[in-house]
């Protein structure tokens, strides 16, 4: 049986001490902190240095250029892009032209908001990858839910739409409850 070396643990010798460098302020060793939103790097000094920044790089990185395609507002190329909610499309004229595009297509369902009357309900993705079915002039309309909608009016409360939920169709409304078998209503229409 071979012996362990155990200097080869010691804190004082640990290959990643210094993983992060050192601080700017004050040139003590970086290290990986905590708080309650979350792990930070942040100077080994505190509280006599408050020196901290992210841990996760925030930056956009450009993926692709697409020399093809003009931002609608400057007329530079647009590019596919990579940022803290995911993939999306932006101009390269950034930070001189902000705009953005989805790079995942919105598809309309063609219901009505029941809220504004005006818009309708979109399907769309959160930036964990949830599926939810927003009215599409937001932020002048909020209106939100999470199950895709059904362009019928709730028997019981008379709002203008049902959503599909565990094989039922339910209203929407919290304090309604009203629900009904899926096979029933297109049996209706």
Not at 65 to 80: L, N
Request: aromatic share 8%.
């Amino acid at each position: 049986m071979s012996k362990i070396d155990h200097s080869l643990f010691a804190a004082h010798e640990h290959a990643l001490e210094q993983q992060f460098g050192q601080c700017p302020d004050c040139g003590k060793d970086l290290r990986v902190r905590n708080s309650k939103t979350g792990p930070f790097i942040g100077c080994s000094g505190y509280p006599q240095c408050h020196y901290a920044k992210p841990l996760h790089d925030t930056q956009t990185t450009t993926l692709k250029v697409m020399e093809d395609s003009r931002c609608v507002e400057c007329g530079a190329a647009m590019a596919i892009k990579k940022g803290r909610y995911g993939m999306f499309i932006g101009c390269t004229n950034f930070p001189e032209c902000h705009h953005i595009e989805n790079a995942k297509p919105q598809s309309d369902t063609t219901v009505t908001c029941p809220k504004c009357h005006d818009g309708h309900l979109i399907d769309r993705t959160n930036k964990y990858g949830k599926r939810f079915f927003a009215c599409n002039r937001y932020p002048a309309c909020r209106y939100v839910v999470n199950f895709a909608p059904v362009q019928k009016p709730c028997p019981d409360c008379n709002w203008q739409i049902l959503i599909e939920k565990k094989g039922r169709l339910a209203c929407p409304q919290p304090l309604c409850g009203y629900t009904e078998p899926k096979d029933e209503a297109t049996s209706q229409e």
